[in-house]
């Protein structure tokens, strides 16, 4: 054909069917590469499979379950795969280890223009903030972290029995609400020196938790899905709409104040007290590294407890054996004077049945259930005998692991914290080391696991010993539930009386 034939083709056409060669061809090529991996056939070529699972807003069950059909891993996206092997988990976190952080992290970044740890993808620049940061919350710079813990929970009791357990009327505590009302407290507490009065107020201040669940939501789509985070994690979109520190309410009044409460920590008139963030000062962590650690810390460090404290008091209190026992012993303690008032965290530790009932509903809901994306090496990896390219994104999925009848017994989906009690030391160590990834593990692990089971080993001893607790609606105990990388509740409704131990204690 003649060149001046080709000037006359309408322009149009010619650039629509490059783009459409070029899309073609660019599916094509990711369906290649991993095309040996099992999975939903949508997801071999396109991001709409995990587009309709993460808006479904229940990840944790529908990845969970994928392995059934397809085997150990599992290819999700055109450039992803699954795998719930906790063996596989724990080599990739490794301290050694060859993997990186995908931009699955870097694309949750909402907040510019500084990452905060959780964004990080350089292994190095993690490994450097982190170990910054490790002394304050491994609570040897924070000498008041336990009593802090303990002022928080008594103000918690206090207040539920002021206003929520009077025997002369009947008022439903929620206790979706006041699990996040307590860790907010306990985290502002341990973190800043002052908790910001979510207990007292009975409400969400500032909004703040209705603000960090809408910004989660739009940070999940963007990390796992990333044409999103081309559209809503561009910088003109992040200066036009991400939350900003003039905000009156929200995600961005908590930058507001993260700003504020850091300003005071720098200058010359600087204060240093010993608490978290003084920590961090102490450590060589900048004003504006400090200012972007605050809004996710709070998140990380007030959500995922939460979460599990719900998870764990709803499955007590709704299991007639497992309720008598964990009062039973919490009962017999006192009365032995091996419980002191308010409990400290090794009394706690000393409770079998407390222990094996924390760690049992940690694994049979984990309270974090992201899927945290990291990257092959370049050289590529051998992941349950299927070769995986370099570059591909490994995501993660707890439930497998969780759920593994050979470790856990053919039970393992009944709460049943028996299981725990006269396991053979070796066993035991294996359950506890396969449960504690809900903490993530090696050189991602998460540093306020120190300062959550703190507070679990408190807060359970602290309610029971002080209240009786009834699920008001037995068919449905929780209004709504979702999982958007942490499972969250709302409605779940309970009537609350006061109690003694019983005179056969004393």
Not at 60 to 82: A, M, Q, S, T
């Amino acid at each position: 054909m003649p060149l001046r034939d080709y000037q006359n083709l309408p322009v149009l056409p010619l650039i629509g069917g490059t783009f459409i060669l070029f899309a073609f061809g660019s599916y094509l090529v990711s369906w290649y590469r991993l095309r040996h991996i099992k999975g939903p056939l949508l997801a071999s070529f396109s991001y709409l499979w995990i587009l309709y699972t993460t808006t479904r807003w229940q990840q944790y069950h529908r990845y969970g379950d994928l392995f059934k059909k397809y085997g150990k891993l599992v290819r999700i996206g055109p450039n992803e795969v699954i795998t719930g092997s906790a063996d596989v988990i724990r080599r990739m976190s490794a301290a050694r280890s060859r993997y990186e952080r995908s931009d699955y992290y870097s694309s949750a970044r909402l907040v510019p223009p500084r990452e905060s740890l959780i964004n990080l993808i350089s292994n190095r620049e993690h490994d450097r903030l982190k170990g910054q940061m490790v002394h304050g919350y491994s609570g040897k710079e924070v000498p008041s972290l336990e009593s802090d813990i303990d002022e928080i929970i008594m103000k918690l009791v206090q207040v539920i029995r002021s206003s929520y357990a009077s025997p002369h009327s009947f008022t439903p505590l929620d206790l979706a609400e006041f699990s996040r009302y307590f860790t907010m407290d306990v985290i502002t507490k341990i973190a800043y020196g002052t908790e910001f009065g979510y207990l007292e107020a009975q409400s969400d201040v500032g909004e703040f938790i209705k603000g960090s669940l809408k910004h989660l939501e739009v940070a999940v789509l963007c990390s796992e899905i990333p044409w999103c985070s081309a559209v809503f994690a561009n910088p003109l979109a992040l200066k036009l709409f991400a939350p900003k520190h003039t905000d009156k309410a929200g995600f961005g009044r908590a930058l507001g104040i993260a700003r504020d409460v850091v300003a005071k920590r720098f200058g010359p008139k600087a204060e240093d007290k010993q608490d978290m963030l003084g920590s961090f000062v102490r450590h060589g962590v900048t004003q504006s590294q400090c200012e972007a650690e605050i809004p996710f810390q709070i998140i990380a460090g007030s959500d995922t407890t939460a979460a599990a404290i719900r998870t764990i008091l709803l499955s007590v209190i709704t299991s007639k054996q497992a309720y008598g026992k964990l009062q039973h012993e919490i009962d017999t303690a006192i009365a032995q004077n091996r419980i002191s008032t308010p409990v400290t965290a090794d009394q706690g530790r000393q409770l079998p049945y407390l222990q094996a009932v924390i760690y049992e509903g940690l694994r049979i809901r984990p309270p974090a259930t992201l899927i945290g994306m990291k990257k092959t090496p370049p050289e590529g990896d051998t992941i349950d005998g299927y070769f995986v390219p370099g570059g591909t994104k490994v995501a993660t999925s707890l439930k497998p692991a969780m759920m593994d009848v050979a470790l856990f017994g053919n039970d393992a989906e009944v709460f049943r914290p028996e299981r725990w009690l006269n396991v053979e030391p070796q066993k035991r160590q294996l359950m506890i080391n396969t449960v504690e990834l809900v903490f993530s593990t090696g050189r991602w692990g998460c540093l306020g696991r120190p300062v959550a089971l703190l507070e679990l080993n408190k807060i359970f001893i602290e309610l029971l010993r002080n209240f009786d607790f009834q699920v008001i609606n037995p068919r449905r105990p929780v209004d709504q539930e979702f999982n958007m990388n942490i499972w969250m509740e709302e409605g779940m409704w309970v009537k609350v009386a006061n109690r003694q131990v019983p005179d056969t204690f004393m």
